[in-house]
Structure formats: structure tokens, C-alpha cells
């Protein structure tokens, strides 16, 4: 099924750090190949409703293999992928959500932050991928 | 209720040999007239995200006897039936779902594909009717 | 993620044998590995609100790896996993879902068969398990 | 709102922990006193649908103030509080969830547990909870 706790929980926590060293609060979920949750931690004072998108963010990401905010480009009005957030019982298209892939490229899973702008929740996302990708 | 299993699966298979030529891997989707799931197949490693995106193709080309892309071009903002995809539990409006007729010319199902983007989404959904339609 | 679409379709094309055989009308659901669907049949004049147990059922059997109806005798008035039925979207815990094996006994999937009664529902599911299970 | 992340990952490493020494496999949540997820592990190769479960036993030991268990034992056919599990979303009402308490006595949480037998369940989230309480 992928991603191990472990590796999950390394993940998350490089992203907990980057979010600490930043001064955001975040929620962060981790999900697995089948795109069930393996892990998830919310920081304290983090945006409550930040909770269901950090683990939609995760989820899409494995759903389609590409991060959110790919799909969010393709999805605009006049766009090719429009309102596809309507399946899945709700999709998260903007950016903050990840594919973790193992050493041979193989997607292993998937991380989803949310808790502030779109471009940081990525980059703490992007915290979390790094610590782990490719072991 | 319209559409037989064998022909479901007809479609199917036909479906799934134009997408194997193509070298793109679906998620394939049959209802009958009801609107009811008859037949699926998950072509090893497509999007998982697909899954449910091609039974709302399916489902949402029967519900409204039309190409899904069709809807679509009618749901962008300002159109006539913006956001209609609210309704029944979430529509795919993007192509890739196709009603299938009998040789009446009587919707008796359709077909929703989807796995790549919506343009060989569409031409796998076709390669599906064409080996029923009429029959 | 588990069963492949080809050991899937050799499962489905089993139960439906055997449903043929017995002279009742059946739906045939496969997931893999993380709960999700890879294929599905219903046949003619099935019962159309079988169609949504027969994959819960394939679901419930891979969500606990054990047969449905295991899981019923413990989810009873009184009995230790009461009421489990409320989580996860809705369990069928009735016979009719088997989890399915590989070689080295890893569960790779479950198939779940709805339709007629229960007992007849379990059968037509074994045949399906029997086709494919240590390929 | 209650229970801090840091307290909440002391409940689920302990509780893992526990589950680790006792060779059983579990998903283990953590809610604050809004019944909002802050943490969550989910064990490798623990059952797939003991995640919901597990989120769902916390969030009914903090909904009622007290032991998932004794919920159960009120929501039985005859029982005062007969299909309790019907609310909220459903409810998860056999053993594995317990609310957390301060040093004054006020529940600040709860945690669930989700992935054996109910009893060994209780056991572990009881070694979370003993972690924290009053802390």
C-alpha cells in the first residue's frame, strides 16, 4: 500500500519544522497509495477548516499523481478538467498537495498541506516530500 | 432497463482495446437507461481519482441523454446551467461520457471514460459506443 | 495496489459462471488492495439495490480481511463490534464478501456478490475466490 | 480548544507504543474538545476500515463526555439510547474510545483506537490517555 508510518511521519514532521521556522500554522495529512490517511497532525491555533483540505490536498494528489495546483490550472472555468472538484466526493485543486514517490518513481503516496496562502502551504508541503522522497 | 450486460461489456472491451492501442490507461464506466452502474473496469495503474469521475461521466451523459462535454460548454460561468454540477450527487461535465442508443435511435445507457485527458477520454468512449450502437 | 484488472475480470467471469449454473441473478464487484473498485457486473434483471451491496460488501471484506458474514456475527445486539455498519460510508456485513489471497497469502483484494439469498450470495463469491486466489 | 498537538502526539506514542508490546496493529486518533482531529497514526498494515472507526470512537467519547463503551451498552435494542449511532454522521459505540481529561477534570479530548479485538482497543487508547491525563 506504499508509504510506511515512518517515512510518513518523517514527512510530516520536516513539514511541522518548515511550518514552525516560517510562522504558519498548519495541518498536514499524509495518505497512502490507496489514498487513505496514514498519518495527520494539526498545529495548535491552525484554521480549523484547514483540517478536511489538508487531507482533500493529500488525497487529490494521489487521486490524479500531480500536484493540486496542476489540476486547479486545468480546472478554471473554460478549462479542460472544469469543476472536477465535484467527484470524489470533493477534490482540492489549489496548490499544497504533493505525490511522494519512491527511489524508482513510483507514487507511494501523497502529502497535503493547508493552513495560510496557497503558495506557502506548498512550500511546507514541499518540505515534507524532500525528507523523504526517494528512500 | 435498456442495455444488456452483454452489451455493456461489448462496449466495454471495445473501449478498453482502443485505449490498450493508444497506450493510455481508463477507468470504464456502463449504466443502463436507469442510470444504474451495469459494468466497470480499472485498467492497472490508472488514476484512482478516475474512478469515480468516469460512472459520473456515464451517469451524468444518461441523466441528461448528451455528450457530458456538451453540458459542459452549457455550465461555465454565465451560461445557462452554471454549476449545474451541484445536482445528483456531484456531474462530471467534461468529455468523456457518451449516451449509447439502440437502433431506434432510444438512449438505452451510456458510457463514461476517464484516465488521460478529456480529448482521448472522449475517443476511447466512442470506440465503446461504436461497437453497440444500433445493435 | 493488489489484484490486477486480468485476475479481477478471471474472478467476475467465475462468480457469473456459477451464478448462471444456479440460475440467479447476481452482482459482481472486485476491489483491490485499497478498498477501490476495479470491476463490476450486474446482470440482467438483477436487483438493482444490489448493486451498492455488492461493493460494500467487497469493501467490508478487504476493510477487516475476513468474510462479511464473519464480521455479522460480531456486529449483532450484544455482540462486541455492534452497529460497526455506521463507519466507513455504510458496511454490509451479511455474507457475500470474501477477501482474495495471493501465493504467499497477502491480501490483494476482496470480491463482494449481491443478489439472492445470502448463503447463494457466499457461493457464487467463493467461486469468484477460488478461480483466481493463489495466481 | 483543549489538548494541545504536543500532548496529543505524547497520547498516540504511547498508545503506539502500547500496541507495538502488545503486537497488534492499530489506527489511533486523537480530537480536541471540538471533536476535531489533531492527530492520527494509522499502523502498517493495520486494518483499512479501522481508520474510520478509530476517528469516529473519538469523536463519540468527546460528543457524550464518556467511554465509547458505555454508549454502547445505552444504544442495545430496548436500550435508552437505541440507534444513538445513527447521529452525528455515525457513531462508533463498542469499546476503543475514551475522553481526556486536565488536571481540574475538564475533558480537554478524546482519543480512539480502532484495530483489534475491543477490549485489547481499550487497553491501548488507555495507555494514550494515561500518558496525558492531568498533564
Do not use: C
Request: hydrophobic share 45%; no cysteine; proline share 3%.
Amino acid at each position: 500500500m506504499g508509504i510506511t508510518l515512518e517515512l510518513a511521519q518523517t514527512a510530516i514532521q520536516a513539514a511541522h519544522e518548515k511550518a514552525l521556522e516560517m510562522g504558519v500554522k498548519m495541518n498536514i495529512a499524509v495518505v497512502d497509495a490507496g489514498a487513505n490517511l496514514v498519518a495527520f497532525v494539526r498545529m495548535d491555533d491552525a484554521w480549523l477548516g484547514s483540517l478536511d483540505i489538508s487531507i482533500k490536498k493529500a488525497k487529490t494528489a494521489r487521486f490524479f499523481d500531480m500536484p493540486t495546483g496542476v489540476i486547479g490550472s486545468l480546472s478554471q472555468p473554460g478549462g479542460s478538467l472544469y469543476n472536477i472538484e465535484h467527484s470524489n466526493g470533493g477534490l482540492i485543486t489549489f496548490p499544497g498537495g504533493i505525490p511522494i514517490k519512491d527511489g524508482s518513481g513510483k507514487v507511494i503516496g501523497a502529502i497535503g498541506v493547508s493552513g495560510h496562502g496557497v503558495e506557502d502551504d506548498h512550500i511546507v508541503a514541499e518540505a515534507g516530500v524532500s525528507a523523504v522522497e526517494g528512500k
